[in-house]
């Protein structure tokens, strides 16, 4: 049995509604908590419940067996890197047994994505525009993050709303194009319900910084959150 926890706040299997592997497949491992405070945030305040790690991988065996096969785990969160001396334990058990690893994460704490990137398969992640979150710039961290993170496939999401200030957009594109220009990157409409994806001032925003970001970026797609389209959680 063994002795290490993790506020999970909830083990499901659903589809994958985001990024560059939408419409996958997937096993939910979302840990409680953040580092940071976005404004729009639909996921702070879901409360956490101490797992240990045999308790973890069971119910993701569990579910594999109900509902499986599936794509990848993913680690999502609030933010799972918070959880690093969990993960350096959880990691290694879970490719044992077979899983592959789909981490989504805000795209900051690179120091941890160190100890943990030898296990990921797939990295998710953010770029936050302060303009968006009402949070501080972290450009700099985004940098350290996406040049350690190239190692594995990864994509990069960004969360899109009108508040968007275009020089903090056009600063962030040429962050990425610095360190790799072919980075797939995701433009997602902030709206969490079906009804903001029909906002067509927001639609027509996501139009043309898409135009300006692939003046910059070779790679740009405007991705909305498939799940909450579809109505599956
Ligand atoms: S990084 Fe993600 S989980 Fe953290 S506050 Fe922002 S939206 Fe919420």
Known sequence: MSTQTAAVSEIF???????????????????????????????LGKPGYGLDLDQTIESLKKLEQEKGP??????????????????????????????????ETNGILWKVLEQVIHWCDVIAMDVKPASVTKERSFLKEHEQFLRLSLQKETFIKMIISKEIVLEEFQNLCSM??????????????????????????????????????????????????????????
Do not use: W
């Not at 405070?37 to 639909?42: F, G, L, R």
């Not at 980075?183 to 898409?210: C, F, K, R, T, Y």
């Open 70 to 103: 599936h794509g990848y785990v993913s680690l999502t969160g609030g933010e799972p890197l918070l959880y690093v001396s969990f993960l350096t334990a959880l990691l290694p058990r879970l490719k044992q047994e077979g899983f592959k690893i789909y981490l």
């Open 13 to 43: 299997s659903s589809l994958q509604g985001e990024g560059t592997h939408l419409g996958e497949r997937h096993l939910f491992l979302r840990f409680e908590a953040c580092n940071i405070h976005c404004e729009y945030c639909d996921e």
């Open 176 to 233: 990425i194009s610095r360190v790799d220009l072919k980075v797939p990157l995701i433009l997602q409409p902030i709206s969490a319900e079906v009804d903001g994806h029909e906002d067509p001032d927001l639609m027509n925003l996501l139009s043309e910084l898409q135009t300006v970001a692939l003046g910059i970026l070779d790679d740009v797609r405007i991705v909305p959150r498939l799940h909450k389209i579809l109505g599956i959680r």
